[in-house]
């Protein structure tokens, strides 16, 4: 067998030949497609930009602090929970004005805060919650003074609902690529649609978070029907203790951990249920309770004024009682 025939090249670029002119001329077109095609992208882009700063603002809350916040509608403005706890009052300034503004609440636990602002923004539209994916870009946009700011990034990583540090659950987890301008923070995070996604929060170890829209919208509606943000009160104080090898076997805790009822208030929901001191709470609305925030967690699921299920294990055996939650200062 003799060798193998080699492959034939066109002729790509000889000056002079039918080929340099017919590729020159296919790189021409290309290159004006190319170029057409960015143009396009880049005007698309700048058109979202300029939607999105419609439902931004600007949050001063004296001193040189400023951050952003987003329109919901066009007299609520929410705003992330941390930058703006412990401020008297705030200033939400809009492409032309600076607002009054009062603060209704602060919910830690999420990182959500929300304002009573006349902005007389449209409001935004929230994006389907499975929609959006990792990888994919967004617009974060908020304002500076009068100007809006924006950040293009990316969808790092989307996950399961989780419970922050403090206790509150998120209904997804949303991290961005890192790198939050300190004036961003309180910002929309917007979809290629223009509609929200979440709210940009700078987290732990330097982590950009976004707080999901739906979380968002919960802590809204909550606040807008009682015109700040209930309490649940139950009135009790826990100290985690673990319970010995026997003890758990008894009580089929798939853990050690577990809470003691150390004080219980007067004239309190748990004291009108019998809760005393040294009881052990073993679930609420039969969610296990191994620490003080499950307790929390578990009541801020239960409506103001409903009934709910405790069991404890008091002397020895368990005891089912029921306890009616209701708001502290309330009868």
């Known amino acids: 067998m003799g060798p193998a025939a080699c492959p034939t090249l066109p002729n790509w670029g000889v000056p002079g030949t039918h080929h340099s002119i017919h590729y020159g ?9 190319v170029n ?61 004005d600076a607002v009054p503004a009062e603060i209704l609440a602060c919910d830690l636990s999420v990182d959500v805060a929300v ?34 700011a924006v950040l293009w990034t990316n969808v790092a990583q989307i996950g399961a609902a ?12 949303i991290r961005l690529s890192p790198g939050l301008h300190p004036t961003l923070e309180g910002g929309g995070v917007f979809d290629y649609d223009g509609r929200l996604c979440a709210m940009a929060v700078r987290g732990p170890r330097h982590q950009t978070l976004g707080v999901p829209s739906e979380t968002i919208e919960r802590v809204v509606s909550t606040v807008l029907k009682h015109g700040h943000l209930p309490q ?59 620490n003080a925030i499950d307790l929390k967690i578990a009541v801020n699921r239960v409506a103001l004024g409903s009934p709910v299920g405790i069991q404890v294990y008091r002397a020895g055996a368990r005891l089912d009682t029921t306890v009616v939650v209701r708001e502290r200062g309330s009868r």
Request: proline share 5%.
């Open 115 to 148: 304002v009573r602002a006349k902005t007389g923004a449209p409001g935004v539209s929230t994006a389907n919650p499975t929609a959006l994916l990792p990888g994919d870009d967004v617009l974060v946009a908020g304002r500076g003074d009068a100007a809006p």
């Open 162 to 173: 989780w419970r922050s540090r403090a206790g509150g659950e998120l209904d997804r987890l």
């Open 25 to 33: 001329s296919l790189i021409i077109q290309l290159g004006v497609i």
């Open 232 to 290: 649940p009160y139950l009135g009790v104080r826990l100290q985690p203790v673990r319970l010995d090898e026997s003890l758990q076997q008894q009580l089929s805790r798939p853990d050690a951990d577990a809470a003691i009822v150390i004080a219980v208030e007067r004239d309190s929901p748990a004291s009108a249920a019998g809760l005393l001191f040294g009881d052990l709470i073993l679930s609420v609305a039969q969610q296990p309770i191994e």
């Open 36 to 96: 057409s095609s960015l143009a396009e992208w880049a005007a698309a882009r700048r058109a979202l930009a300029e939607q999105a700063a419609l439902n931004v603002v600007g949050i001063d809350r004296g001193r040189g602090v400023r951050f952003s916040g987003i329109a919901w509608d066009s007299e609520t403005v929410v705003t992330a929970a941390e930058v703006l706890h412990g401020a008297d009052s705030v200033t939400v300034r809009t492409a032309n």
